[in-house]
């Protein structure tokens, strides 16, 4: 393989890892752009997601007696449909009924008291997965087909492989965060939420309805993060109550990395760190990607404070 094939490859594997990357990524960057807060249970709601999906890929193949390499074509894309809009249902409500029970009580309180509040709703989610699906890594079923695009389906002669989850990941990241930006900018709802970003008790005097406006936010995150848990199992094949932590903690990095509160910014965030990664993996080992990765963060930061794509803001009461 020559060099610029090697470098399309790790381009591709990167794209793919970003784009799931991104779409948890957004469900942080649109909590705090509303209410300026640091919700870590984000990348726990992703966790569930991922639990969710696995549980239908198992669940009715065993119902049907289909062994998971038995799955028909037909069956296994309804398979791939049906769990990933389930995960998204679950968690969007997932996400509404935390906001509703753990951080709405504590709007006006110090932020202190919704980070401690955000910490702990973690913890529960962490040990709902663990009780779920055990302490031990599962094997996700492979259901998506083994094909290669450019092998397989265009027919092209070349070392380079684009396998069809890779390409899946990114038809699914690109239209929904696109959906989601058309939706902020264009609809009466989207003109809520930037109204209730920009000043809440404005917006109140307005006639917004604050507390549907925060939940409608909460809804959307939460779908996403759905999307990403599906996918993430689709991609990489296992689950474990446990993967919330890192892929949150890096799509919380894309997201401070892109501009916190810019949904641009997060997408551009999250492939950022994807392509680095990879090349991280391939070039250096990857036991240094986390340290590459964060330390391109300090060096972002101390270069541009506000992010990539963000822009000074005054402090909201």
């Known amino acids: 393989m020559q060099w610029y094939e090697q470098f399309a490859q790790i381009m591709l594997i990167g794209i793919a890892n970003g784009c799931l990357i991104a779409l948890i990524a ?23 997601g991922t639990m969710v999906a696995l549980t239908i890929v198992t669940w009715i193949p065993s119902l049907m007696g289909l062994g998971t390499h038995a799955i028909p074509l037909p069956l296994a894309v309804s398979l791939v449909v049906g769990a990933i809009v389930l995960s998204m249902v679950v968690c969007a409500l997932l996400n509404v009924a935390i906001e509703r029970v753990a951080y709405r009580p504590l709007r006006h309180a110090p932020r202190l008291a919704s980070l401690i509040s955000a910490i702990g709703v973690s913890f529960i989610l962490i040990n709902v997965g663990l009780h779920w699906k055990g302490a031990s890594p599962v094997d996700f079923p492979s ?4 094909l290669d695009l450019f092998r397989d389906v265009l027919r092209v002669d070349t070392p380079i492989r684009w396998p069809v989850r890779d390409a899946l990941v990114i038809a699914l990241a690109l239209p929904l965060t696109y959906a989601l930006t058309l939706f902020v900018r264009k609809t009466r709802l989207g003109k809520a939420m930037r109204a209730t970003a920009q000043d809440r008790d404005a917006a109140a005097m307005m006639g917004i309805d604050i507390n549907t406006t925060i939940m409608l936010t909460f809804l959307l995150g939460g779908a996403l993060a759905g999307a990403a848990g599906a996918m993430y199992g689709l991609y990489n094949n296992t689950a474990w109550f446990f993967q919330g932590f890192r892929n949150g903690l890096y799509a919380f990095t894309a997201a401070v990395m892109g501009g916190i509160g810019n949904i641009g910014g997060a997408l551009l965030g999250g492939l950022g760190i994807g392509i680095i990664a990879a090349f991280s993996d391939f070039l250096i080992d990857p036991r240094w990607t986390q340290v590459v990765v964060f330390g391109l963060l300090i ?14 803001a005054t402090e909201r009461a």
């Not at 259901?143 to 083994?146: R, S």
């Open 299 to 312: 060096l972002v930061l101390v270069f541009r404070p506000t992010g990539l794509l963000g822009q000074a």
């Open 26 to 48: 957004v469900g942080y960057t649109l909590v705090y752009g509303i209410i300026e807060l640091i919700n870590f249970a984000h990348g726990d709601v992703f966790m569930i």
């Open 143 to 146: 259901v998506l087909p083994n």
